[in-house]
């Protein structure tokens, strides 16, 4: 996780820290093995439904860059 140092990345590993710290005093981890941390990996960066996702952003406002960076603009899209 050290390498999520950027965007929805960098947001997603700060909520894993804080918990982890959290839980840290309670003794329990955050993941329980290596298939949680997969599971929940591929629930938060691979939706189940991506097509229709990316088709509605496509047709909506959201789709031009606006005053975002390309960066912020792509981790959104």
Do not use: C
Not at 29 to 34: A, L
Not at 59 to 66: D, K, M, P
Request: hydrophobic content about 35%; proline content about 3%; aromatic content about 18%.
């Amino acid at each position: 996780m050290t390498y999520m140092n950027q965007g929805r990345a960098q947001k997603w590993a700060n909520r894993i820290y804080h918990w982890k710290a959290i839980l840290a005093n309670a003794g329990s981890p955050h993941f329980v093995d290596w298939d949680d941390f997969r599971s929940r990996f591929r629930t938060e960066f691979f939706p189940l439904h991506s097509d229709v996702v990316a088709t509605n952003t496509l047709e909506g406002t959201s789709y031009f860059q606006g005053r975002r960076t390309v960066d912020d603009y792509l981790d959104d899209f």
